[in-house]
């Protein structure tokens, strides 16, 4: 896009893209699945604009950033030691805002919590930070609970979703991924095609055009889903590598927005979660949770110009 600055640094053992613009305190944008530094071109814009310097990553396994073959390189600790190195490499200063969406969010979280000192504020987009559960495996719980088609338990084996996109096509999957707006736990029952048939294309939403899906696609078609389902697929491991930080909290201010129908948000006990106690006991420094109505899981993409002014609203006062 016009304006924006594209660059391949080293960082962390791996080769990194990178996507910037503007001038001045740097605001780190980090993106989920299955997307790209691209999800963010509203907001690198508008950020900008607004006298700051807007930088947003592919993370590792995505788009034109180096893709481990290995699960084991894609734990919290990996995905941290990334942002840090980037931040060191472009010369972001000591701390920087940080926004954070999907799997995006989390690792904004894990950096909040190993490593706050570098962090800012925090506005994460669409997933609240939960405690480790002690007592049980992530992976195995979400099983328990919601069954083997839940969207995570069928990541997990290697090859299969990744068999199931190559027999739909990528535009296809990430079409139907990135314009789901179906509430609850998300499922892709096995055999069921995701609900996804080729040759019968779903009208696209105003906010993503087909040249936008052009993009993904062509991405995507390049590198793969591994590296992004690899992330799921240390979910277990994490929950071993983070015993340490059992009941930490995450002591930066945090601003926190979701859609009012997105699937994190609508599925059971997240909502409970979020305006109940437990989410500021363990975030005290949350200063604002905004539902935004008629919004799905994509917020900053469906929702750009909102997301924007809450955005900046946040991070001005620091």
Known sequence: MEGIEHRTLSVNGITMHVAEKGRGPAVLLLHGFPELWYTWRRQIHALAAQGYRAVAPDLRGYGDTEAPAEVERYTCHHAVGDVVALMDE??????AHVVGHDWGAL????????????????????????????AAKPVESLRARFGDDYYICRFQEPGDIESDIERLGVRNVVRKILTERKPGPPMWPKGQDFSCRPGKPM???SWLSEEDLDYYTSKFEKRG??????YYRALDLNWELTAPWTDARVRVPVKFIVGDLDMTYTTPGVKEFVHGSGFKKHVPLLEDVVVIEGAGHFINQERPEEINSHIHNFIKKF
Do not use: D, H, I, Q
Request: glycine share 12%.
């Open 90 to 95: 472009l010369g972001l200063g000591e701390a």
């Open 107 to 134: 690792v904004g979280w894990y950096l909040c919590m190993f490593r706050p000192e570098r962090v800012r504020s925090y506005v994460c987009l669409t997933v609240p930070f939960r405690p480790r559960n002690p």
């Open 203 to 205: 009208a696209l939403p």
């Open 225 to 230: 889903f591994t590296g992004g389902l690899n």
